[in-house]
C-alpha cells in the first residue's frame, strides 16, 4: 500500500519557521520526483515546490523563493520543506506529491498524494 504521510504543519507566528516531513512507503521513493504542493482557504491548489529522484536538482515557486528549501533523504523515504519567514498568506493545507516526470509535477498530475497538514501564519 502506497502511502506518503505529512506532518511537522502547526501554528506559527508571522517570521517563524516549521518544518515540514512526508514519510514514503510502498513505492521506489528514490525513482520519484517528489513535491509540495498547497491549498489556501477557499483557493485552489498551489504548486510550491519540487526536487529530483536523487536530491539534486530542485524548483521553487516565486511566491516562496528564497524563504523555503526542500530536501530529501533518499535512506529514510523522507521528504522536507524548511519554511523560513512565515507569512500569513503561507497559512495552507500542504501536501506531498510523488511523480514519475517532472512533467506531472507542472501539471498537477502527481500519481500519489499525502493527506495533508495544516500551516496556519498568524499572530
Known amino acids: 500500500e502506497v502511502q506518503l504521510v505529512e506532518s511537522g504543519g502547526g501554528l506559527v507566528q508571522p517570521g517563524g519557521s516549521l518544518r515540514l516531513s512526508c514519510a514514503a512507503s510502498?513505492?521506489?521513493?528514490?525513482?520519484?520526483?517528489m513535491s509540495w504542493v498547497r491549498q489556501a482557504p477557499g483557493k485552489g491548489l498551489e504548486w510550491v515546490s519540487a526536487?529530483?529522484?536523487?536530491?539534486?536538482?530542485?524548483s521553487y515557486a516565486d511566491s516562496v523563493k528564497g524563504r523555503f528549501t526542500i530536501s530529501r533523504d533518499n535512506a529514510k523515504n523522507t521528504l522536507y520543506l524548511q519554511m523560513n519567514r512565515l507569512k500569513p498568506e503561507d497559512t495552507a493545507v500542504y501536501y506531498c506529491?510523488?511523480?514519475?516526470?517532472?512533467?506531472?509535477?507542472?501539471?498537477?498530475?502527481?500519481?500519489?498524494w499525502g493527506q495533508g497538514t495544516q500551516v496556519t501564519v498568524s499572530p
Open positions: 506529491a510523488a511523480a514519475k516526470s517532472l512533467h506531472d509535477i507542472v501539471v498537477g498530475t502527481p500519481e500519489y
Open positions: 510502498g513505492f521506489t521513493f528514490t525513482s520519484y520526483y
Open positions: 526536487i529530483n529522484s536523487g536530491g539534486g536538482s530542485t
